[in-house]
């Protein structure tokens, strides 16, 4: 037996529980993989609350999780890339990283470099892949003025440094002590708040080129406002004024590959990226580690150590 993290109705942060459950087994073509850290994010979260049942349904009891970082365990039948002891950064689409154990397709692992710490590597997937595909999406390039909400979160932090490594003026909106944090990255900081419109015109000195939302609550109409072209501006979470708007809203389904992962993992490794790790918890305290995220005032990831 292993232990896991369920859930066996939508609801609130009180449905999460670490249960026993009995310990996967590598099918033919996966591995099974010891997990030392996985990240949490907020769509699971949202999925939990049953934001997303019409679309993603839940089959309970459901498990959670798509981020892990771990050891190879056992490999099934076919597997030739991996081994046991193999150190791996993976994803997993069937909700169950949360766990002690989790078995893949082997073609969603790939080898964790030695630079990158397993807290990192653990809270890389979701976040990494959808801020790559968030500045692919605006198709920033240098020159760019490039507006950031939510952008000392899991997805921001990561889609700062993207758009500025791709030779973009960043503006990073986030709280006032956040702003150190995107100075230091090579980011513009504002504050949310009144009067942002206007600020974000002064600051550019009426030059904006695309807006990437990671935020909600209204950036959308916001960038529309600024006289940003529609076809510019990407929101990873509004997905109701994605629609109304004719805006995009790519993310991770967009770059949710081993290809990018292992891309992001080396960028890490060289010291061009940064996933800053705002908290550990153990996985006993899965609850008290989304009571946090739920806040939305975390810089960078919260990370579960089973």
Request: no cysteine; charged share 20%; hydrophobic share 45%.
């Amino acid at each position: 037996m292993s232990r896991a993290v369920q859930f066996d109705q939508y609801g609130g942060i009180d449905v999460l529980q670490v249960v026993a459950v009995p310990r996967p087994n590598p099918a033919p073509g996966e591995a099974l993989v010891r997990v030392k850290a996985a990240g949490i994010n907020p769509g699971e979260a949202m999925i939990r609350q049953g934001v997303f049942a019409a679309v993603w349904p839940a089959t309970f009891p459901s498990g959670q999780g798509s981020d892990f970082a771990g050891i190879v365990e056992a490999v099934g039948e076919g597997v030739t890339a991996f081994n046991t002891g193999d150190e791996v950064i993976g994803f997993t689409n069937a909700r169950a990283s949360h766990a002690e154990f989790v078995a893949v397709a082997a073609e969603q692992l790939v080898r964790r470099p030695a630079a990158v710490p397993w807290d990192v590597a653990g809270a890389l997937f979701v976040a990494g892949t959808t801020a790559y595909a968030a500045v692919r999406a605006v198709q920033v390039k240098a020159g760019d003025t490039v507006v950031i909400a939510g952008a000392t979160g899991g997805v921001g932090t990561l889609a700062v440094q993207l758009a500025v490594q791709a030779g973009a003026t960043v503006i990073g909106i986030a709280s006032e002590p956040r702003h150190d944090w995107l100075r230091q990255h090579g980011a513009i900081a504002l504050s949310y708040g009144d009067d942002l419109t206007e600020r974000l015109r002064e600051v550019s000195g009426g030059h904006l080129d695309t807006f990437i939302d990671a935020f909600g609550g209204g950036y959308v109409k916001l960038a529309l406002d600024l006289g940003i072209s529609p076809e510019r501006i990407n929101t990873i979470i509004d997905f109701d004024a994605a629609q109304t708007y004719g805006v995009k809203s790519q993310g991770n389904a967009e770059a949710a590959s081993a290809e990018v992962m292992a891309h992001l993992a080396e960028l890490i490794a060289s010291g061009k990226l940064e996933v800053p790790i705002a908290r550990r918890y153990p996985l006993a305290q899965v609850q008290d580690a989304y009571r946090e995220l739920e806040q939305r005032h975390t810089l960078g990831k919260i990370v579960l150590n089973p």
